[in-house]
T-cell receptor, first 116, second 113 residues
Framework: AQSVTQLGSHVSVSEGALVLLRCNYS??????LFWYVQYPNQGLQLLLK??????LVKGINGFEAEFKKSETSFHLTKPSAHMSDASEYFC??????????????FGRGTSLIVHP | DTEVTQTPKHLVMGMTNKKSLKCEQH?????MYWYKQKAKKPPELMFV???????INESVPSRFSPECPNSSLLNLHLHALQPEDSALYLC????????????FGSGTRLTVV
C-alpha cells in the first residue's frame, strides 16, 4: 500500500536559514505526491505537487521539492526561512481507495518553528 | 471560483443536539471528502463521495451522517455526538484523478459539550 513517512515531528530553524522538511514514500508504482501547509485553525493549502512531469517541483511561497526515486524521497526545501513560514506541514500521497476514488493519505506532519 | 467554502466556521453543540455542517464548491470537482482532524494530528478520512454517490465510509459511527444533494454541495449531519467528537472537520474536493491535487476548505471547529 502506498504511504508517506515524515521524519521529525518538529524542525527548528533561524530566520534566513535553509528549511528542509523530510518525506519518504513507499510505493510500488510511480506515486503522486503533495506537500500541504496548515496555518493554525485553517484548512490545508497546497504548496506543490509531483506528478512525474519533472523531478524538481517549484511551489508557492518560495518552496520547492525534489523527487528522488533512488532514495524514495520527496523533501521540501526553502532557501531562506521567514517568520511567516512557521506552521504545520503535511506530505501526502494519492491512494486509490476501495470505492474507486483517489484519496490523499497524509504523513503525521512536521511542525516548522522559525526563530528570529 | 477556486475555493471550498465551509460553514459554519465554529460550532458548539450539546450531546443531544442535531446540527449540520455544510461544504460547497463550484470548481466542477466530482469527488468530495470529509476529514476529521484532532490537534497536532493529520486529517483522518471519514467519507468520500464520487459523482454524488457515497464511495467510502471509513467505519464512521452512525451519529455522523453524510449527504451529497448535488455535485456542488456536501453536508455532514451530526446527532448525539460525544465530547471526543470535538475536532476540526475539513471538507475537500478534487477532479478525481490521482494527480490533480485536493482543495481543502478552512474547516469547521466543532466543540461538543
Amino acid at each position: 500500500a502506498q504511504s508517506v513517512t515524515q521524519l521529525g515531528s518538529h524542525v527548528s530553524v533561524s530566520e534566513g536559514a535553509l528549511v528542509l522538511l523530510r518525506c519518504n514514500y513507499s510505493s510500488s508504482v510511480p506515486p503522486y505526491l503533495f506537500w500541504y501547509v496548515q496555518y493554525p485553525n485553517q484548512g490545508l493549502q497546497l504548496l506543490l505537487k509531483y506528478t512525474s512531469a519533472a523531478t524538481l517541483v517549484k511551489g508557492i511561497n518560495g518552496f520547492e521539492a525534489e523527487f528522488k526515486k533512488s532514495e524514495t524521497s520527496f523533501h521540501l526545501t526553502k532557501p531562506s526561512a521567514h517568520m511567516s513560514d512557521a506552521s504545520e506541514y503535511f506530505c501526502a500521497v494519492s491512494v486509490l481507495g476501495s470505492g474507486g476514488s483517489y484519496i490523499p493519505t497524509f504523513g503525521r506532519g512536521t511542525s516548522l518553528i522559525v526563530h528570529p | 471560483d477556486t475555493e471550498v467554502t465551509q460553514t459554519p466556521k465554529h460550532l458548539v453543540m450539546g450531546m443531544t443536539n442535531k446540527k449540520s455542517l455544510k461544504c460547497e464548491q463550484h470548481m466542477g470537482h466530482r469527488a468530495m471528502y470529509w476529514y476529521k482532524q484532532k490537534a497536532k494530528k493529520p486529517p483522518e478520512l471519514m467519507f468520500v463521495y464520487s459523482y454524488e454517490k457515497l464511495s467510502i465510509n471509513e467505519s464512521v459511527p452512525s451519529r455522523f451522517s453524510p449527504e451529497c444533494p448535488n455535485s456542488s454541495l456536501l453536508n455532514l449531519h451530526l446527532h448525539a455526538l460525544q465530547p471526543e467528537d470535538s475536532a476540526l472537520y475539513l471538507c475537500a474536493s478534487s477532479l478525481g484523478g490521482a494527480a490533480h491535487g485536493y482543495t481543502f476548505g478552512s474547516g469547521t471547529r466543532l466543540t461538543v459539550v
